[in-house]
């Protein structure tokens, strides 16, 4: 490699015969060029070349690379017209403008990304998910008291987790779309009425209730069964906030019931996949509040906590 300031000294030229002072000046010709490789001190080059670099820090107006790796990416634009890079990965990657006429890289990965533009079909961007379940029966020893919905088992989980049986907790603030279904059973003699909504941080939040109304038993020993269904936008302003869904029955009569799997029995049944009490989707749909509208054609998607997200026809 060729570094700038620094330059490898001459090697006089050898006598007819052996020398004590030409070997002395080969010597300290020689230490002075290993003790500049050695320095650690600044230096200036027109092109390095390695297999790998390791380092501190790097900074450059140019940077090519089959695989950049590195702790912090900084770059005042990445705007290009061909490949940079297969792989780029960093805690943050912070740009000013990050635009390209094919593409930056094969995948990008990043625990954060900073963008004032970031165009993309978003195929490669993470979102918090989660699927929530219940196994387990669950009663109301009262018609005054509100219960909490218990959840047991996490299906999907993603930056969304259960804490405490029934606080489902996000480990990051957006807007979020949740979608229950939880099956009731009612052995009396009536129409029972049922009551779920949502509470976040233990407060209840306005407008979440949905009323159901279950049937009467069909006879005795054979209660009536409903599913209630409801999707709900929700708003959760601070990481680490938490959401439980609510329930009130009309009679205690009225209770949420889960059924095992049920084996093949021939001319009897088939095979059914056991039947939880309760089931909890949620899936990320933005990071802003109040939401912002994007418009843009087919099939240009933005998923997930991307900042603006611009579209432009050409």
């Known amino acids: 490699m060729a570094l700038d300031k620094f330059r ?65 990416l900084n770059a005042v634009a990445a705007d290009i017209d061909t490949q940079v890079s297969d792989r780029i990965f960093a805690d943050y990657l912070n740009t000013y403008a990050h635009r390209n006429g094919a593409q930056i890289s094969n995948q990008i990965m990043a625990n954060m990304v ?28 009262s018609v005054a008291v509100a219960y909490a919905l218990t959840l047991n088992t996490d299906e999907f989980p993603n930056g969304i987790s259960i804490v405490s049986n029934s606080r489902i907790t996000f480990a990051q603030q957006g807007i979020y779309n949740v979608s229950y279904s939880i099956q009731f059973k009612n052995t009396t003699n009536d129409q029972q009425d049922i009551d779920i909504w949502l509470r976040y941080n233990g407060t209840d939040i306005p407008n979440s209730n949905s009323r159901f109304t279950i049937a009467a038993r069909k006879s005795a020993g054979d209660p009536s069964h409903l599913i209630a ?17 609510m329930w009130r029955v009309e009679n205690i009569g009225v209770s949420i019931e889960h059924f095992p799997a049920v084996a093949a029995s021939p001319g009897v049944t088939p095979a059914i996949p056991a039947t939880p009490s309760a089931i909890i989707g949620i899936t990320h749909v933005s990071a802003q509040f109040p939401p912002v509208t994007r418009v843009a054609p087919l099939p240009v998607f933005g998923f997930g906590q991307v900042g603006d997200i611009s579209v432009q026809t050409r």
Do not use: C, K, W
């Open 8 to 72: 490898a000294s001459p090697l006089p030229n050898p006598p007819a015969q052996y020398d004590p002072q030409y070997l002395r000046q080969v010597i300290r010709v020689l230490e002075t060029y290993f003790s500049q490789l050695d320095s650690r001190a600044a230096n200036n080059a027109e092109q390095y070349s390695a297999d790998r670099f390791i380092g501190g820090s790097f900074s450059g107006t140019e940077i090519d690379a089959t695989s950049l790796d590195v702790t912090t």
């Open 114 to 141: 900073y963008a004032d533009f970031l165009h993309g079909d978003g195929r490669f961007v993470s979102v918090p998910y989660n699927q929530l379940t219940s196994n387990q029966d669950q009663t109301a020893a």
């Open 229 to 245: 269904v409801t999707p709900i936008v929700v708003d959760i302003p601070a990481d680490n906030g938490y959401i439980e869904i």
